[in-house]
């Protein structure tokens, strides 16, 4: 991490970031992107490469177009920021590196406007427009549909500096308001507490950018009716079969490799039926034409000693044996290679 971080708030790749230009295109963001993640001696081969990149553009998608208003991208920021530097506390050569671009954002963009944040907003939501990729984490917690695109929640806190809905005022031409009328709203909105802090250290209020993966998530207990069906058909399947080990049983007896025990009690050992039921087998055997009747075969599964011991020379001369060449070098063989490691 301390390589790639080193890297990342490296002072001229942040003087380069910092210059005013057109926004980066797809292809040269994904590419400055491999480069970083292979600053170090970490080497990610091309599908997990994919993956991590879908992961990091559409979470950042997500908390882009969850800003309660375009100035809280500035505290998406610095919540990755403070993010990082908790991964280089014990390195105060790299935590110099990342305070100084903390320095540099907030000396850039603090005094932009309202309208300007706007834009920039804007522009960084053109730029995901198109990027519809499914993560596994919103779809688990019914932030994201199945066709990619996010879920806008309808409740919670509002941005900061505005007020819950649900008044209209109605002024006149003096500015004066000479009406009032209320109306409900389908969602729970909440005034915020503060605003997020804006400096160096402190309390950003906004989670937006803080890890996701560290939110306790509470298991699902409401199931629809397919769910249930299927959870119920998989606590099925996970249940022992006791025929099963029973016919390993009869193979292995078979083979002359296990010692046979009496039943005990009320086991009544390995039955072969080939039919739904007892009954089913009963009837087919009263209706079956006589011509077409044959004699019951029994198999002794058990075996004496004399005949084990036959079967076992018998089984011996069926392997053969292949000659292993001899290896000329140590790295001819793989397995010959990992046996000398």
Known sequence: MNDIITTMFNKKFMEELFKPQELYSKKALRTVYDRLAHASIMRLNQASMDKLYDLMTMAFKYQVLLCPRPKDILLVTFNHLDAIKDFIRDSPGILNQVDETFRQL?????????????????????????MHIRVSIFLKDKVQNSNGRFVLPISGPVPWGTEVPGLIRIFNHNGDEVKRTEFTTDGN????????SFDLYGDRVLKLGTNMYSVSRPVETHMSGSSKNLA??????????????????????????????EPRGSETGFRLNLFTTDEEEEHAALTRPEELSYKVINIEATQEPGRRAELSRILGELEVADPRPASSGKGEDLLALMDGL
């Open 232 to 261: 119920s058909h998989a606590k099925e399947n996970i249940v022992p079969n006791p025929l099963a080990k029973e016919e390993l049983n009869f193979l292995a007896r078979l083979l002359g490799g296990l010692e046979i025990k």
């Open 189 to 196: 909105y909440v005034t915020p507490q503060r605003e997020g």
């Open 106 to 130: 907030i000396e850039t963009y603090s005094c932009l406007s309202a309208g300007e944040f706007q834009l920039i907003r804007q522009t960084l939501l053109i730029f995901f427009q198109d």
